[in-house]
């Protein structure tokens, strides 16, 4: 038999070696690892098979299969999620407002005139009958001064103070560690599935854009709030003392249409400040799919309802119940509530 | 010479066997193509090799270079683009004034009071100097106005229409095909690049998201835009005949803030109404690229600047020759304008 010659090739250039290389390791791990590969690990692990992670995951399948009559576009796919007892506790109180009362006081100095201003003299001696009293108004005033003149930086730092600080008065454990297990998991769920997906809270979308992108993974253009009114000087943005956009109620299908341009086939919220969210969503054409998150467990996190002042749901369980929407059983269907816990300098 | 013998390994599935033949496809493909997987093709091709488009590149590369003291993580790559004489030529009008126009006739039958009431009396008669009497104010109304009561879909309906059968009285062509070629090859550069762009433009945004999602590849939430009041109603949102956002000038740099978050790396203008967005981003700390769009060019566009009514460009100019911004040369810096001419029907 003749030798060949070895001949070397006149374009094999460095690059073209290790591009082969790479190949080949990447064609000797997929005959390795066939499963992993060819297989997607079981989704939503935490939450436990009953009829609700069913009915989730056959609409997730009915609008991403090819050749289901339901099937929707990637481009189309749309999730909206509420924020506050939809994807992490909401009580004793919206966790923002532990931030907000803790700004104040920070802000104080600067404001000798909070002293006599209601709600501000309020949060200043912890009077929490006439804080309730102030009401939701009291409540827009604070959410504004939080925020007002404080520089991008000045405010993030503060935030990030506050969160590596504070502790949940009843888990003990920081804020940034109560996000519900079942929906961080379902985030994932419909990203892996081609959803964009989307926060519509009431909370200051200037606050949750320093916490929320790590922890739920979503940049900070997909997290729409509220947010102050604000102007433009010198370089800098300067957010002024008044509420310009508050998102809550119908305000959220309103924030939908004007930020993100498309009804969304899947929306989830907690309260009867998502009805409208979850009507609007609900009412597009073809399959879509509202989740009402009911606080069931009081044991593992807190069971209300009808009765409660923070996150109230009554009007929302029976528009679901009359529309047969996904009510979602804390209790029920959620095997773990929050994700193991961190080491605390986290 | 001992002959193995030929053993079925147990575990060989149908979709081991076709993920193997995949890998041996791609390793295939791999070694015949190795110039086309190893080494991006050239960018900007559009571009002549100016300053200018070295410019450009040499940003991109010191921001994405994790070696680069300017590196920037990808989640921080936020790039924002006017539209109107930035993406997409502007004159003898803004295109979406061509629609607006057409829009109000095709509403005027159920507007009987618009024949007596300006600016749409000027519409209907076709009257110059009467409807830029009205200025601004008269645009903003007719803006809102060709919005109004329109349902998603009808509104949606009536733009694809309008862009269908419209034709620009110059260059005798659709308007959605007269973007700029080489601005389209500067987004999907910047895309390839780990940025996130956003279109950040004066006009209304539900127009917008109609046409430019195609034509740009962005989605619609990333279109920023003017936009009008509106309320939730009955599963709907309802526009009313008010802008609610005017996203011009000093706004620009607040819708940033307020809608995308993060103080862009990169922005691209043309004319002093994205004066305030340039020096928004120019003002951040690290290395940053402001760039103004000049049209030069008479032949193949147009050319006009400090005294153009539309697309009017005085203090920006200034302000790029004092702090060295990037001015690109339309007649100098690009090969070619507009893409190549589709069939008519499309």
Redesign the interface.
């Known amino acids: 038999m003749k030798t060949l010659p070895v001949r070397q090739p006149p ?3 460095r ?2 070696l ?3 290389a ?3 390791v ?2 000797f791990l ?2 390795l690892f ?1 499963a992993a ?3 997607a690990a079981t989704p939503l692990p935490s939450w436990n098979d009953t009829p609700r992670r069913q009915a989730i995951i056959s609409f997730v399948a009915a609008v991403t299969d090819p050749r289901s009559p339901d099937y929707v576009a990637p ?1 189309k796919r749309v999730a909206v999620f509420d924020n506050d007892g939809t994807m992490w506790s909401e009580k004793p109180l919206y966790f923002q407002m532990f931030f907000v009362f803790s700004r104040i006081r920070e802000l104080a100095p600067r404001h000798p005139e909070w002293r006599q201003q209601q709600p501000f003299k309020a949060v200043l001696e912890n009077d929490r009958k006439a804080l309730r009293q102030c009401g939701l108004e009291g409540l827009k005033q604070l959410l504004a001064a939080s925020r007002a003149g404080a520089s ?1 930086a000045e405010f993030a730092a503060s935030v990030r103070r506050w969160a590596a600080r504070a502790r949940h008065p009843r888990w003990h454990r920081p804020f940034t560690q109560l996000a519900f297990q079942p929906m961080l998991e379902l985030l994932s769920y419909l990203k892996n599935n081609g959803f ?1 997906c ?1 926060i519509v809270s009431g909370g200051g ?2 606050f949750m ?1 320093v916490l929320l ?1 790590e922890i739920y993974r979503l ?5 729409i709030g509220s ?1 102050p009114e ?3 000087r ?4 300067i957010r002024l003392p008044k509420i ?2 508050f998102d809550n109620g ?5 924030a ?8 969304p086939l899947l929306a989830c919220g907690n309260s009867d400040g998502d009805l ?1 969210m979850l ?2 969503t ?2 597009g054409q073809g399959k879509r799919l509202a989740i009402y998150i009911h606080h069931t467990d009081a044991v593992r996190e807190y069971a209300y309802d009808r009765k409660s002042r923070i996150g109230h749901l009554c009007r929302g369980l029976d528009c679901a119940a009359k529309n047969n929407w996904l009510v979602v059983d804390m209790k029920q269907d959620w095997r773990v509530v929050y994700p193991a816990e961190k080491p605390a300098d986290k």
Chains 1, 2 share one sequence.
């Open positions: 374009t094999r250039s690059e073209t290790r591009l082969r790479a190949a080949l990447i064609t997929i005959f066939p590969s060819g297989r481009e991008d964009t989307f979308v200037d854009r992108p940049p900070p253009w997909r997290i947010y604000a102007v433009y010198d370089g800098k943005v310009a956009f119908p305000q959220k299908p309103v939908i249409a004007q930020k993100i341009g498309i009804r409208e009507q609007y609900a009412a």
